[in-house]
């Protein structure tokens, strides 16, 4: 053990481990893992990539979103007590519902005006 006197002060011992974070320990059967939890990277880039489908009209982006979202909650569903940006994940993915919709109904007006142009001529 330690003496106070031994204790680092800053970051500069390379001895002590500041990061990467500590890693999560087990618990009991009946109790998930504590410890430090992280943020799922897949599923910040679906909230993005949601978001920006469906503030900036780049709706091709959106099955890209869902995809990511659905991914990252199967993840962070097979793994709990390690990740907790949960909700973003479901908000990512639910952006990209929305924005596929938008695609959809959007391809869809597109084929409807190109049959009534090819009919009237």
């Given at each position: 053990?330690?003496?106070?006197?031994?204790?680092?002060?800053?970051?500069?011992?390379?001895?002590?481990?500041?990061?990467?974070?500590?890693?999560?320990?087990?618990?009991?059967?009946?109790?998930?893992?504590?410890?430090?939890?992280?943020?799922?990277?897949?599923?910040?880039?679906?909230?993005?990539?949601?978001?920006?489908?469906?503030?900036?009209?780049?709706?091709?982006?959106?099955?890209?979103?869902?995809?990511?979202?659905?991914?990252?909650?199967?993840?962070?569903?097979?793994?709990?007590?390690?990740?907790?940006?949960?909700?973003?994940?479901?908000?990512?993915?639910?952006?990209?519902?929305?924005?596929?919709?938008l695609l959809a109904l959007g391809l869809l007006?597109?084929?409807?005006?190109?049959?009534?142009?090819?009919a009237a001529t």
């Amino acid at each position: 053990m330690m003496s106070f006197a031994e204790r680092p002060t800053d970051a500069t011992d390379r001895t002590h481990t500041f990061w990467p974070a500590y890693p999560v320990q087990p618990g009991f059967p009946d109790r998930p893992a504590y410890g430090i939890l992280q943020d799922h990277s897949q599923a910040t880039v679906s909230l993005v990539l949601g978001a920006i489908a469906l503030c900036t009209g780049f709706v091709f982006l959106s099955p890209v979103a869902w995809w990511l979202g659905n991914q990252a909650l199967a993840e962070i569903d097979a793994s709990p007590g390690v990740y907790n940006n949960r909700g973003m994940a479901q908000a990512g993915q639910i952006c990209g519902m929305i924005g596929t919709a938008l695609l959809a109904l959007g391809l869809l007006f597109l084929v409807a005006m190109v049959i009534m142009l090819v009919a009237a001529t």
